[in-house]
């Protein structure tokens, strides 16, 4: 680009972004400054941006930080320097990207499953399979659903059931108690099987069932006719828990005691 207005807009009309940018503080129409300022707004971590200027004076230095370049170079320059300076920008923006990947992932793996078990895949684990003696699993399904899915539109029944499990999602994080999953209209949580809840499952997860019911009948039908109801079963015994699926794995519990609390 010949300008910083130039640079600006063909960075807008590109469909991707470059491994790094270099800036010269005294472009026509918009200075480097400016552009750097502007680049940083739309792109506050992703792209490496090293500023170049004739101006050696610390204030311009300081000042093209504080826009928010990752390097500054002066004029006249040493062409390898120059290279060596990208290269390491362009390594450091490589590993911050990696870095933040495996954040993200950490933060998802943390969401769908135990953090015992989420640990337990992070150190290598390849198969999760644990026996328990004493937990409390809980079923809810809404009642006349079945008649209620018929009656309204998809898309009102999926807000329905959205604004519901929402509730229910907050007071998993409440309780301390587990999401195991949903289904339809179903919604199934766990205690006892971490460390947390394993002296006090059974209290847990009857003040979630308890708030739960609370919960639903603050959710509304589109028509505003009626609120939720639900019916919920819990039971407590021993079970047998474990990773399954590698696609979206899910914390799965089997057993008597499941089978005993979806009846109920």
């Known amino acids: 680009a010949m300008n ?45 941006i090293i500023m ?92 006349g659903f079945t008649k209620l899915a018929a009656s309204i539109h998809t898309s009102d029944l999926i807000m329905v059931l959205n604004n519901m499990f929402t509730r229910f999602d907050r007071l998993v994080d409440k309780h301390g108690v587990y999401k195991v999953e949903t289904i339809g209209d179903a919604y199934m949580v766990a205690a006892g099987h971490e460390e947390l809840s394993r002296e006090d499952h059974c209290q847990r997860v009857f003040e979630m069932a308890r708030d739960m019911i609370e919960a639903a009948k603050e959710v509304e039908l589109p028509d505003g006719s009626r609120n939720l109801r639900i019916r919920i079963g819990i039971h407590s015994g021993p079970a047998y828990a474990g990773v399954v699926g590698v696609k979206c794995p899910r914390y799965c519990f089997f057993g008597d005691t499941v089978n005993t609390a979806s009846r109920m």
């Open 4 to 48: 910083g207005q130039e640079a600006l807009e063909l960075l807008a009309n590109r469909d991707y972004l470059p491994d790094i940018v270099l800036l010269d503080c005294q472009m026509p129409v918009k200075n480097g400054f400016d552009v750097c300022m502007e680049l940083r707004i739309e792109y506050p971590d992703s792209l490496p």
């Open 52 to 143: 170049i200027s004739a101006n050696t004076n610390e204030e311009d230095i300081i000042r093209g930080f504080r826009m928010g370049s990752n390097d500054y170079v002066k004029k006249p320059f040493n062409r390898h320097e120059v290279l060596a300076r990208i290269e390491t920008q362009i390594k450091l923006s490589h590993m911050w990207k990696t870095e933040v990947e495996a954040v993200r992932s950490n933060e998802l793996l943390a969401k769908i499953l135990p953090f015992h078990v989420a640990d337990r895949l992070k150190e290598g684990d390849t198969l999760v399979a644990d026996s328990h003696d004493q937990v409390t699993i809980l079923f809810s399904d809404v009642v």
